[in-house]
């Protein structure tokens, strides 16, 4: 029998979905939700609404999930709803509508780091690995029960970025591979345990606090890290945009006061002091932009970024 199916999402996650849903001679695919993220576009990612104009499939983008929304869902009856990176709360009425529920693919092991973005909390947290999760939907934000479950690692240089990519694409490929046993129930949801946690949204503009530990700037430079707004830092009237660090673990510098240039390096990096040690910035901007010798003015050992 013909699966009738929604898909609700954006980015490239619900396009891996939507090209292998539509290569299902199994599925017909009703309609695809979405709002694009322009930014994302913007990176080089493909546009979901025109992959679904290729395919002939229609799309809607609806600001929200009104009730004129709730009833056209309703009186096309799909089977299934599939929420990929959708980043709005489903109300009751919509998740009771399909005969199999809502499956989300979420990118942390629940019941753990639920919220819109753990992959970034997992990364300033300092955490060794993350996971995806396919659950059922409910009322609640990412609390559903789970039917399968994925673990990675996180590279040790993994850019915020870079790990949103990979957590996309290990998301649609759990789905893709465990489809088939998804709607046939050959997997069993089971109900979260009691517990786990929660993370918000992050500030979009951030200082550097040269009092953290090198580790914990590291992870805040990486999370923020191109393409995103890279963390900042003042020295005096220049604003520097900080895109990669690094840990000096071979300074033979005693510890200094935080945020203290400690020596500057010929190929334009230099080592900055933390609280318990220091950081080599690698990769920067500066605005204004330095002009003729302003950079050995302002890069020197001895002079400190503002407090923040």
């Given at each position: 029998?013909?699966?009738?199916?929604?898909?609700?999402?954006?980015?490239?996650?619900?396009?891996?979905?939507?090209?292998?849903?539509?290569?299902?001679a199994?599925?017909?695919?009703?309609?695809?939700?979405?709002?694009?993220?322009?930014?994302?576009?913007?990176?080089?990612?493909?546009?979901?609404?025109?992959?679904?104009?290729?395919?002939?499939?229609?799309?809607?983008?609806?600001?929200?999930?009104?009730?004129?929304?709730?009833?056209?869902?309703?009186?096309?009856?799909?089977?299934?709803?599939?929420?990929?990176?959708?980043?709005?709360?489903?109300?009751?009425?919509?998740?009771?509508?399909?005969?199999?529920?809502?499956?989300?693919?979420?990118p942390?092991?629940?019941?753990?780091?639920?919220?819109?973005?753990?992959?970034?909390?997992?990364?300033?947290?300092?955490?060794?690995?993350?996971g995806?999760?396919?659950?059922?939907?409910?009322?609640?934000?990412?609390?559903?029960?789970?039917?399968?479950?994925?673990?990675?690692?996180?590279?040790?240089?993994?850019?915020?970025?870079?790990?949103?990519?990979?957590?996309m694409?290990?998301?649609?490929?759990?789905?893709?591979?465990n489809?088939?046993?998804?709607?046939?129930?050959?997997?069993?949801?089971?109900?979260?345990a009691?517990?786990?946690?929660?993370?918000?949204?992050?500030?979009?503009?951030?200082?550097?606090?040269?009092?953290?530990?090198?580790?914990?700037?590291?992870?805040?430079?990486?999370?923020?890290?191109?393409?995103?707004?890279?963390?900042?830092?003042?020295?005096?009237?220049?604003?520097?945009?900080?895109?990669?660090?690094?840990?000096?673990?071979?300074?033979?510098?005693?510890?200094?006061?935080?945020?203290?240039?400690?020596?500057?390096?010929?190929?334009?990096?230099?080592?900055?002091?933390?609280?318990?040690?220091?950081?080599?910035?690698?990769?920067?901007?500066?605005?204004?932009?330095?002009?003729?010798?302003?950079?050995?003015i302002?890069?020197?050992?001895?002079?400190?970024?503002?407090?923040?």
């Amino acid at each position: 029998m013909r699966k009738k199916v929604i898909l609700f999402g954006c980015q490239a996650i619900s396009i891996d979905i939507l090209r292998f849903l539509s290569s299902r001679a199994d599925v017909d695919i009703l309609k695809v939700v979405t709002y694009e993220v322009l930014s994302d576009v913007s990176r080089g990612q493909e546009s979901i609404k025109a992959v679904a104009a290729d395919l002939g499939i229609e799309v809607l983008s609806p600001r929200r999930i009104s009730q004129d929304l709730v009833e056209e869902i309703k009186i096309l009856n799909p089977d299934v709803i599939i929420s990929a990176y959708y980043r709005k709360i489903f109300p009751q009425e919509l998740i009771e509508i399909p005969s199999f529920g809502i499956l989300n693919i979420h990118p942390s092991t629940l019941p753990y780091y639920r919220g819109p973005v753990p992959t970034a909390w997992a990364i300033l947290n300092n955490e060794s690995e993350f996971g995806i999760t396919i659950h059922k939907v409910d009322t609640g934000i990412d609390t559903g029960d789970i039917l399968l479950q994925s673990r990675h690692d996180i590279g040790a240089d993994e850019t915020g970025y870079e790990l949103y990519l990979r957590a996309m694409t290990l998301g649609a490929r759990l789905l893709i591979e465990n489809f088939d046993k998804i709607i046939t129930s050959q997997v069993q949801p089971v109900k979260q345990a009691h517990g786990g946690s929660y993370y918000g949204k992050l500030e979009s503009k951030v200082f550097l606090n040269w009092k953290q530990s090198a580790q914990q700037i590291k992870n805040n430079v990486r999370i923020r890290a191109h393409p995103y707004n890279p963390i900042e830092a003042i020295l005096e009237n220049k604003y520097f945009f900080i895109n990669k660090v690094s840990i000096d673990e071979n300074s033979l510098f005693p510890i200094q006061v935080p945020g203290k240039i400690l020596q500057v390096n010929s190929d334009d990096t230099f080592i900055v002091s933390c609280s318990d040690g220091a950081v080599r910035i690698e990769e920067y901007s500066v605005y204004p932009a330095f002009t003729g010798v302003e950079k050995e003015i302002y890069l020197q050992p001895g002079r400190s970024f503002d407090e923040h």
